[in-house]
């Protein structure tokens, strides 16, 4: 397999808003998550199965034996620590290895295991004695397909007939190659010009086809196209799959045009709640006001963890240095650093390294720090408009259903506009925010 290095992602310009990052940064969360999960996520809810053929029966499995796979891989499933198939996995799985195999369109949230399942359903389908690629995957960036492919690689470790190639910028062919290794990872653009204008992968020979991130990879121009112009030179019989975390529309209708007859797998995400949140507001002035305020609370209360949420870099790396003078600990998470960089400073504040968490919005949406209990506002959440944004703060500070402990929101209004949308995101949720007197902190404990 090619190898290759990671190159810097996304520079840090001045003081953008955390929104500012969002843009070009749905890949980078993804990545992100990657990074940082180490197991499947918790999740209570039932998945939701729509056949192809209401009439054939359904089969779900519980256990890895039932699926029959090969002995190696059956192996690199137990060696990646696997016991059981997750929730999702019990209905793709024999769906995916069923003959005559069948598509499948599966979404469900970051951490499901629709990764492994793909790897799985891949692996098994080529036929190591046959010299050619049989199964293609593309995945939306460059740092996404190599991730995957370090995916394909440990489930792989016991099957060592079967090789990966990446289709990836930077991995320069001679003219005329022909590719001998049997699954190929790469991003639409490399992977089209490899079937397409250099041939060195003829795609009337495969048999599996798999569209990873499917929401992520529509949010890159061109993207789209090129997945659809690749999916076009499959033969008839080839099996389809696409993945997706999130499943708008726009992703739902791409689908369909990748995925002739699909058999669609949804499992929602578990429901943010404010029940268990005790929710504080704390009225000051301005920003050192409010820094005065934080120490306060710190000083009052015993504190395990906290993550601290500020609108700008700017704002978050000037509390940062403000919080460590003061004797604190703490982690800065902020946009200009690389992907790599921000999964190392989340893994040392989940190991307790650093007992606070400094962060713009953007850097730290989608990650779950279970064992944190309080959460700051040092900004309220607001949008580009400067409109509440209550998404933000039912995720900020919002549990999910039964997993979620007690928690504590405290949040920092310095202004008339701060004050107003803290009262709209009160009316919205419905749920009354305390005041909170920093000078009389008995209450919160
Ligand atoms: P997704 O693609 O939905 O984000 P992954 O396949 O990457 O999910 O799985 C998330 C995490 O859970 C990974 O660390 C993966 O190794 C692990 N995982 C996947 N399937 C299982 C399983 N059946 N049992 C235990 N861990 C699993």
């Known amino acids: 397999a090619a190898s290759a290095t990671t190159p810097a992602k996304t520079g840090g310009e001045g003081d953008k808003t955390g929104e500012e990052d969002d843009k070009d940064d749905k890949a980078a969360q993804s990545l992100l998550n990657k990074l940082i999960r180490s197991n499947l996520v918790n999740t209570t809810n039932q998945v939701e199965v729509l056949q192809r053929d209401p009439n054939s029966p359904l089969y779900s499995v519980k256990s890895f034996e039932e699926l029959r796979l090969k002995p190696q891989l059956l192996q690199g499933v137990y060696a ?9 996995q019990e209905n793709a799985l024999p769906m995916m290895l069923a003959e005559p195999p069948q598509n499948l369109i599966a979404q469900s949230q970051s951490g499901t295991g629709k990764t492994a399942a793909f790897v799985l359903a891949m692996l098994s389908h080529v036929d190591p004695n046959n010299k050619f690629p049989q199964a293609l995957c593309v995945s939306p960036t460059y740092e996404l397909a190599l991730q995957t492919g370090k995916v394909i690689e440990q489930m792989g470790k016991h099957y060592s007939e079967v090789k990966l190639v990446y289709a990836i910028r930077g991995n320069k062919l001679p003219r005329g190659t022909q590719l001998q290794e049997q699954v190929v990872i790469g991003t ?3 992977m089209l010009d490899w079937c397409l204008k250099f041939k060195f992968i003829d795609p009337k020979k495969i048999k599996v086809f798999v569209l990873d991130e499917a929401d992520v990879m529509i949010a890159t121009q061109g993207h789209q196209d090129q997945s659809i112009r690749i999916q076009r030179m499959l033969p008839k019989q080839c099996q389809m799959l696409l993945f997706s975390a999130t499943f708008e529309e726009t992703v739902w209708n791409f689908a369909q045009r990748i995925v002739p007859d699909p058999n669609i797998i949804k499992l929602k995400r578990e429901e943010e709640t404010l029940d268990t949140i005790k929710q504080y507001y704390v009225l000051c002035n301005s ?159």
């Open 80 to 88: 990646m620590g696997f016991n059981r198939p997750s929730k999702i």
């Open 188 to 190: 639409p653009g490399t």
């Open 287 to 445: 920003k050192e006001e409010k820094f005065m305020a934080l120490c306060n609370i710190y000083g009052a209360i015993t504190i395990a963890q906290a993550m601290i949420f500020c609108h700008t870099r700017k704002t978050a790396g000037w509390l940062a240095g403000e919080l460590s003078r003061e004797g604190h600990q703490v982690a800065l998470l902020s946009g200009e650093m690389q992907v790599e960089q921000r999964a190392a400073v989340i893994d040392r504040f989940r190991d307790g390294k650093e007992k606070v968490l400094v962060t713009t919005n953007v850097c730290a949406r989608g990650i779950d720090v279970e064992q944190v209990s309080v959460v700051i506002n040092f900004d309220l959440p607001v949008d580009r408009d400067g409109n509440p944004d209550n998404e933000t703060y039912l995720h900020r500070i919002g549990r999910t259903g039964r997993f979620g402990k007690r928690g504590l929101a405290i949040n920092m209004v310095d202004s008339r506009f701060s004050m107003n949308v803290l009262n709209k995101i009160q009316d919205h949720f419905d749920k009354k925010i305390e005041k909170l007197d920093t000078d009389d902190l008995d209450e919160i404990e």
